[in-house]
């Protein structure tokens, strides 16, 4: 861990903090219901990322939106019972600058407040995102490593009809960028929250822990992997899609399940993502700055870890 920062004491006694960061593609409501009502049971509040609204062109994942009354109800309970709702782009689909604006207002009409923490889908839209993630010679080995495969997208491109930097800058805190296979966040990325000079749309970024399925997830938050969070008095922000076979024929996984009651009974603070960054932020005085070569060293990192190890 960074000797930047001095070691984060947590509120209550907490040992460490844990949570989730859940992109809703392919999620169901049948799935959503039995997912949550678990983790609540155990004492978890986590984020549940949402798309606002159905989509109006071809999708490029399936899943509910808070367009449909029953989900809708669903995530305003989630919400009345601690969890935090955050933001995957207006829905499953490019979006267009009004469209983003539109679900963002109908957002705030749902929750009471615009998010606070988001993630990119693959969206025309999405902000910073593949290359754009990266500056100098490692945007440059990113696009040679992807073969010219890497989309382009258009949040921060002014010229664009997808552009909405502007108002990611002004309504939403927190955007996920880089994930690693490590569970504790705070070693290969202890500056954040941290703003970049060099992404001046977004106002803060925090990195996460690589679960983008079932599989993922319950190889980077084994036993192991827990002790080592709880001894570091560290943090695990778990990046995941819960639609991702967590649950089969009706049934969770049960090596997930096993690994979530364990964690459960540690002295961990399990708040959402944006709570627990806003203390981190708090803590330290204020908002980080990445540095040049702060960058770079994160930079490297995540792109040895992206070419190696095939985190998201």
């Known amino acids: 861990m960074s000797g930047q920062f001095p070691r984060i004491q947590w509120p209550d006694g907490k040992d ?11 999620q169901l409501l049948p799935v959503s219901e039995r997912i949550y009502g678990f983790l609540g049971d155990l004492g978890f509040r986590t984020t549940k990322a949402v798309w606002m609204v159905d989509p109006v062109r071809e999708p490029n994942s399936p899943g509910d939106t808070c367009q449909d009354p029953a989900f809708r109800k669903h995530c305003l309970k989630l919400q009345e019972a601690g969890f935090e709702i955050g933001w995957h782009h207006a829905a499953a689909h490019g979006s267009f600058r009004e469209e983003t604006i539109a679900a963002l207002d109908a957002f705030r009409d749902c929750f009471g407040a615009y998010p606070s923490s988001m993630a990119n889908h693959y969206n025309e839209e999405a902000i910073y995102w593949t290359a754009e993630r990266l500056t100098g010679w490692r945007r440059a080995a990113y696009k040679a490593l992807s073969r010219g495969k890497s989309q382009r997208y258009f949040g921060a491109d002014e010229s664009s009809p997808y552009f909405w ?30 703003h970049d000079a060099s992404k001046p ?16 997830y319950k190889r980077h938050l084994t036993e192991q992997a827990q002790d080592q969070v709880e001894a570091e008095g560290g943090l695990c922000l778990m990046y995941t899609h819960y639609a991702h076979w967590f649950m ?25 993502v944006s709570t627990i960054l806003d203390y981190v932020r708090e803590q330290r005085g204020g908002l980080h700055e990445l540095t040049p070569g702060e960058r770079g060293k994160l930079e490297r990192r995540w792109l040895g870890e992206k070419v190696f190890c095939g985190t998201s």
Not at 16 to 26: E, Q, R
Not at 167 to 193: K, M
């Open 16 to 26: 460490f903090a844990f949570s989730v960061f859940d992109d809703p593609d392919g």
């Open 165 to 194: 930097g502007d108002i990611c800058h002004e309504r939403i805190r927190y955007c996920r960028n880089f994930v690693f296979s490590g569970p504790n966040n705070l070693n290969e990325c202890p500056w954040a929250p941290y």
């Open 201 to 216: 749309y977004v106002q803060a970024w925090f990195a996460s822990t690589e679960g983008a399925n079932c599989e993922a």
């Open 248 to 272: 089969e024929d009706g049934a969770l996984d049960q090596r997930f399940m096993e690994l979530m009651q364990r964690l459960s009974r540690k002295n961990g603070w399990f708040a959402p």
